[in-house]
């Protein structure tokens, strides 16, 4: 393999030590109650999204309820359907239900019009109003006394289906605060406080540096702090990817959100606030995620061009006719026939129809569209990175060779016995050698006199013997040799089994699992001329081994959540396209900053909010399909928006005049068929969508 890869040499077990230079410049403050109050602000974006959906919804209900009588009492309606209902005062009880719509379901839209030209940069929501606008007053002119025909039901219809598209677009974009109320909930509430030899509970906003707090045993740590008392196994994996719980002890660093193992600490508080790791994650999440949120959207696009084609077209339409003795009426007429054909209902569902069907199929498949617009983007992917545990990995340890030293002894009892004093434990290995046990069918016993040697291993009696499962460190301290046909990986954690005090009968080497599917995942995203990298926070012998095995383009090791972020930057910086796919905590600033967040659906919450799409098999195979995909909807939306704006090309001509003197004119009633037509067009091609795995 070509070694491209680049190697941190970081240590560990100071992951704490991030400085705001690294962390993009974010200010530190020494109180939690800032951070909470951030953390409220982001809450309240997210229930302002929650209302605005809210209240598209309500607007689409009560607007079309008021729209089903404007259709039985439209004129062309009843002559399409051969019917006649009429009374005195018609055109007066149709005007007023059409008023009901325009204020009440045109509303988003008029006001959508104001900041759309206040930002100077008109497009759907101005192109909206201004048919609507158009298609209203001259409609209500003609009701008091101006020549020509409404347009009650076609206004009634375009407020209708621009109030659903809206409504199944914003549906489709989940919130990305989410991700941020995740992050916090990592933090416990409380901490427990020495004062004066005393332990206090005190809320978290309380502490500040230099404080005293006592962590027991399978509590999260509450703030960054060095320990002053004690060790323990700290599980960091949520915060840093390192596979296995890191041993701690007095002098050492912890990270605020982690959790304890098994043994108590004493540690000073260093960081509180916005100067704790886990806050300046969040910070670079929600910097990522505020960039991102700047990409142009084809249908803007696209709107915006249509109004401009609207406006010059339609006033130039009233200017021409008016200039050769045509009649005001006449004149206004055609510009009101232009303006609303120039909007053509299909425009507003172009987009969120292919959204609406691409996001069942994939969630059928396995895949969760949060962001639509990197989605579409996925076509354009240059580069992938995978996070290494959990993605490209299990994630989990597994049984790789189980090996007896004593003829007494087969691999059947070792696991046996092994898995018997384990059993209780919540280690990784333990975990693995336990599951190893059930995978072969044994029965597993209770041992006796069960205790944990710190940082060493395990001792107890089964069978009244003793048993113990210890670290080859510990194996080295009792003057016991190892093997010299021991048989291991590589990357592999090696555990040996003694029997009584020193007879070494049996060893157990394990390892995170490469998947299996993550083989055949890099192999077809190497067909596609997609470079596949690896960003871990686990240490350079693992993440070089399982580069090698995978035949990845390169790796990068050891690294932390925000130098993930800056190698994202990096590559984005050279034109890559660059795609995150990861499923922890410590990959959610990456997966934010990546032009594609992907996340795997067995991770953690904090990584699936961040994430653009989310495979829920946790299958690194389902990346290929979804870039397949990806093309594919990106393509149906092309083809959607040429049928909704193609028959601009002659239809707009046409209600212009153009060719008046031929005795060739669209009507309004024939621009609203087309427009119909071409609304049909745009859902049947939608369901044409398929997804191939």
Request: net charge neutral; glycine share 8%.
């Amino acid at each position: 393999m070509k070694n491209n890869n680049k190697v941190k040499e970081k240590k560990q077990d100071k992951p704490t030590v991030v400085s705001d230079k690294n962390m993009n410049g974010i200010n530190s403050h020494d109180t939690h109650s800032s951070n909470k109050a951030e953390h409220k602000g982001h809450m309240d974006q997210s229930a302002h999204h929650r209302m605005m959906i809210k209240d598209f919804r309500r607007r689409f209900y009560v607007s079309l309820i008021v729209t089903i009588p404007i259709l039985i009492l439209s004129p062309t309606i009843q002559g399409w359907l051969g019917v006649s209902i009429t009374f005195p005062g018609l055109d007066y009880v149709l005007l007023i239900m059409a008023s009901f719509i325009f204020f009440y379901g045109g509303w988003p839209f008029l006001k959508g019009l104001v900041n759309e030209l206040r930002k100077k940069a008109p497009g759907m929501m101005t192109l909206i109003a201004v048919a609507i606008s158009v298609a209203y007053f001259y409609s209500a002119a003609t009701v008091l006394g101006l020549e020509g025909d409404p347009f009650f039901w076609e206004l009634a219809t375009l407020i209708d289906i621009m109030l659903l598209g809206h409504w199944i677009e914003m549906k489709s974009i989940l919130g990305a605060s989410r991700a941020l109320e995740k992050l916090v909930e990592l933090m416990p509430s409380t901490a427990h406080q020495i004062r004066d030899g005393e332990i206090i509970d005190v809320e978290l906003s309380e502490l500040k540096k230099g404080d005293n707090v006592l962590i027991r045993p399978g509590e999260k740590i509450p703030s960054d702090g060095l320990i002053l008392k004690g060790s323990s196994y700290i599980d960091e994996s949520m915060l840093t990817g390192e596979s296995v719980p890191v041993e701690k002890e007095s002098g050492d660093l912890v990270i605020g959100g982690s959790v304890n193992g098994d043994g108590s600490l004493e540690i000073q508080v260093e960081s509180t606030g916005k100067d704790s790791y886990l806050s300046k994650v969040i910070n670079l999440v929600r910097e990522a995620q505020a960039s991102k949120s700047k990409t142009q959207r084809l249908a803007d696009r696209a709107a915006f061009w249509l109004t401009i084609i609207a406006l010059t077209v339609g006033f130039t339409t009233l200017f021409i006719w008016l200039s050769i003795g045509e009649s005001f009426n006449f004149s206004i007429e055609r510009m009101a026939t232009v303006m609303v054909i120039a909007c053509p209902h299909a425009l507003g569902l172009a987009i969120p129809l292919v959204v609406a069907m691409s996001t069942a199929l994939s969630a059928k498949s396995g895949l969760l569209i949060r962001n639509r617009t990197a989605f579409e983007a996925s076509r354009k992917i240059s580069t992938i990175l995978f996070d290494k545990t959990g993605t490209l990995t299990e994630g989990a340890f597994g049984v790789n060779v189980i090996q007896s030293f004593d003829n007494d002894y087969d691999e059947q009892k070792i696991i046996q016995l092994t898995a018997s004093l384990e059993q209780n434990s919540e280690h990784p290995i333990a975990k693995g050698i336990v599951e190893k046990a059930h995978k072969m069918n044994l029965t597993l016993q209770q041992p006796l006199d069960f205790k944990a040697i710190k940082g060493k291993g395990v001792e107890g009696t089964i069978n009244g013997e003793l048993v113990s499962v210890i670290s080859p460190n510990y194996l080295k301290a009792l003057d016991i040799p190892i093997p010299k046909n021991l048989r291991r990986g590589s990357i592999d954690t090696v555990v040996f089994v003694l029997l009584g005090e020193n007879k070494l009968i049996g060893a157990i080497s394990l390892s995170d699992q490469v998947r299996e599917e993550s083989h055949d995942a890099i192999k077809n995203l190497k067909s596609m001329n997609i470079k596949c990298w690896m960003l871990t926070g686990d240490n350079e012998k693992t993440a070089k081994a399982v580069s090698e095995e995978l035949s990845l383009d390169g790796y990068y090791s050891e690294v932390l959540p925000h130098e993930k972020l800056e190698k994202v930057k990096e590559l984005q910086s050279k034109g890559e396209f660059v795609a995150m796919t990861g499923d922890g905590i410590n990959d959610a600033p990456a997966l934010a900053q990546a032009d594609v967040g992907i996340a795997i659906g067995s991770g953690t919450d904090v990584a699936a909010e961040t994430a653009d799409i989310i495979l829920v098999n946790s299958n690194p195979r389902d990346v290929t399909s979804l870039i397949g995909f990806g093309k594919a909807t990106y393509k149906k939306m092309i083809q959607n928006l040429i049928w909704a704006t193609g028959y601009n090309v002659f239809a707009i001509p046409l209600a212009a005049g153009v060719l008046f003197s031929l005795g060739v004119l669209i009507t309004p009633a024939i621009g609203a068929i087309l427009m119909s037509l071409s609304t049909v067009i745009v859902a049947i091609n939608a369901r044409f969508l398929k997804l191939k795995k």
